[in-house]
């Protein structure tokens, strides 16, 4: 995976232009409404031998106050989350600000490692202005010109050297490629779950950079959005949006409907009303996700209603007992809790969507592979025993299935002798193995045993 850094400090230090100078091309930015934060952009930044990923947080500080808002937070927080280095920008010309030192404890509180850059050192005048930020007290110091592209050779190598980077090799190049690709989401649930809710929440984030684009059918519609910079196409909208003037054949086939969806897509974003608890249909509609193997998130709808007076923790605790027994065959999935219609935890939800992108790109080497399961079969024999005429692993192998879908599903192919002997139950315990080891959230994956016997 491809570094993270982003670009923080309050508004006019020169954020965007550190940004396009990183980039090697100018990206435009899309401003909304006055009063509400920019959008957060991200982009490879190729100039040195190893690449990394930079992110704008145009949001940061833009605060009138001195203390930072609970909006602004949120929208840092996330940031700062994702981010593996930050980039901390000030102004030589205008100095210290209040800001700035509310910025800088911010900071310093993420324990992650900021570069303080002293922008706007055009001139050797003005770059000892940059010793007064010295009493920050942040090791790593650049001064730099954004404007004139000055200092950002040593500012790139700077921040290599930081997180260690090697040069970027081929894998990671195809991971960056494939990271640019769409990643098809298909938002599938019951009558009443809040698909259309969600649907409108994620397209009227702040973030989200929206076009429609014509299905292959009448019906299908599909919708493009960007957010964080990163590129979705959430499939088969057509029935969720024009819901209002559907209501006298209410989603007449939505099981029919969302298997269309589910496998059209990369990623199935399966919406449970968690406050009315799961139904039958629910389960109908994530058994299908289960056959149809694809990656999967348990999106837990109208987190509000569901025992709004109990402790934060106790409900977190709660739901996801009750989940999980609900849902035990689709262990894979992991569990978000979100508000559509409040628009709370859409960020969180991208998050672990993310999470599910990057993680299914972890690969088990062969070598690897065989080690582990030699290890738990020797350790575990249970019900293969230890005879002669007992199953004997030779030799187990990855392949990637799901052509054509970004994000690939394994298919872990074992060969043995005797391979009749490897009964269901251990059989689950070694994908047990498995998943403990690889870690691909929402990721499901295929075992199957070939030989003789
Ligand atoms: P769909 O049939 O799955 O598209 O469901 P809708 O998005 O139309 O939502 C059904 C109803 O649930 C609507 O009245 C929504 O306002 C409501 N709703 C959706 N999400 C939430 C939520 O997170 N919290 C609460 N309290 N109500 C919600």
């Known amino acids: 995976m491809l570094k993270t850094v982003a670009?923080?400090?309050?508004?006019?230090?020169?954020?965007?232009?550190?940004?396009?100078?990183?980039?090697?091309?100018?990206?435009?930015?899309?401003?909304?409404?006055?009063?509400?934060?920019?959008?957060?952009?991200?982009?490879?930044?190729?100039?040195?031998?190893?690449?990394?990923?930079?992110?704008?947080?145009?949001?940061?500080?833009?605060?009138?106050?001195?203390?930072?808002?609970?909006?602004?937070?949120?929208?840092?927080?996330?940031?700062?989350?994702?981010?593996?280095?930050?980039?901390?920008?000030?102004?030589?010309?205008?100095?210290?600000?209040?800001i700035d030192q509310s910025l800088a404890r911010e900071l310093r509180r993420t324990n992650k490692p900021v570069i303080l850059v002293c922008n706007k050192a055009d001139s050797p005048k003005r770059k000892l202005n940059a010793g007064e930020f010295a009493r920050f007290g942040f090791a790593d110091t650049v001064e730099v010109s954004a404007a004139h592209g000055l200092g950002i050779d040593d500012l790139v190598s700077l921040i290599s050297t930081r997180l260690d980077l090697k040069e970027t090799t081929e894998t990671e190049e195809a991971i960056a490629r494939q990271?640019?690709?769409?990643?098809?989401?298909?938002?599938?649930?019951?009558?009443?779950?809040?698909?259309?809710?969600?649907v409108n929440a994620i397209l009227g984030q702040d973030r989200a950079i929206v076009s429609d684009v014509a299905g292959t059918t009448r019906d299908a519609l599909d919708i493009k959005a960007t957010y964080n910079g990163k590129h979705y196409?959430?499939?088969?909208?057509?029935?969720?949006?024009?819901?209002?003037?559907?209501?006298?054949?209410?989603?007449?086939?939505?099981?029919?409907?969302?298997?269309?969806?589910?496998?059209?897509?990369?990623?199935?974003?399966?919406?449970?009303?968690?406050?009315?608890?799961?139904?039958?249909?629910?389960?109908?509609?994530?058994?299908?996700?289960?056959?149809?193997?694809?990656?999967?998130?348990?999106?837990?709808?109208?987190?509000?209603?569901?025992?709004?007076?109990?402790?934060?923790?106790?409900?977190?605790?709660?739901?996801?007992?009750?989940?999980?027994?609900?849902?035990?065959?689709?262990?894979?999935?992991?569990?978000?809790?979100?508000s559509a219609k409040n628009k709370d935890h859409i960020g969180k939800l991208f998050v672990q969507i993310e999470k599910v992108r990057n993680g299914a790109q972890n690969r088990i080497s062969t070598g690897a592979l065989n080690r582990l399961l030699a290890n738990a079969i020797e350790n575990t024999p249970g019900a293969l025993g230890r005879s002669t005429h007992s199953f004997k692993l030779l030799y187990a192998t990855q392949v990637n299935e799901a052509e054509g879908f970004a994000i690939p599903v394994p298919h872990f192919v074992l060969f043995a002798?005797?391979?009749?002997?490897?009964?269901?139950?251990?059989?689950?315990?070694?994908?047990?193995?498995?998943?403990?080891?690889?870690?691909?959230?929402?990721?499901?994956?295929?075992?199957?045993?070939?030989?003789?016997?």
């Open 179 to 198: 990271n640019s690709r769409p990643l098809k989401l298909a938002i599938v649930g019951r009558p009443n779950a809040g698909k259309s809710s969600l």
């Open 7 to 98: 670009i923080v400090g309050r508004p006019n230090v020169g954020k965007s232009a550190l940004f396009n100078r990183l980039a090697g091309k100018t990206i435009s930015i899309v401003h909304d409404q006055a009063g509400v934060t920019r959008d957060r952009i991200v982009a490879q930044c190729r100039r040195g031998p190893a690449w990394f990923e930079i992110m704008d947080t145009g949001g940061i500080g833009a605060s009138t106050d001195d203390v930072l808002t609970d909006q602004v937070q949120t929208e840092a927080s996330i940031a700062l989350d994702v981010a593996d280095l930050l980039l901390f920008v000030v102004d030589v010309v205008d100095g210290i600000t209040t």
């Open 417 to 453: 002798n005797r391979a009749s002997k490897l009964t269901e139950s251990y059989m689950r315990y070694l994908e047990k193995v498995i998943r403990d080891e690889w870690d691909a959230p929402g990721v499901p994956f295929k075992m199957s045993v070939r030989g003789k016997g």
């Open 233 to 338: 196409q959430l499939i088969d909208t057509a029935g969720i949006r024009r819901r209002s003037n559907l209501d006298t054949v209410v989603e007449i086939s939505s099981v029919d409907r969302s298997l269309q969806s589910i496998k059209r897509a990369d990623l199935c974003l399966l919406v449970i009303d968690c406050a009315a608890g799961a139904k039958m249909q629910d389960r109908k509609i994530a058994q299908i996700i289960l056959e149809e193997r694809k990656p999967c998130i348990l999106v837990m709808n109208k987190w509000d209603l569901f025992h709004p007076d109990a402790k934060q923790k106790d409900r977190i605790e709660h739901l996801d007992e009750i989940m999980r027994r609900e849902f035990f065959f689709l262990n894979y999935a992991p569990l978000v809790a979100i």
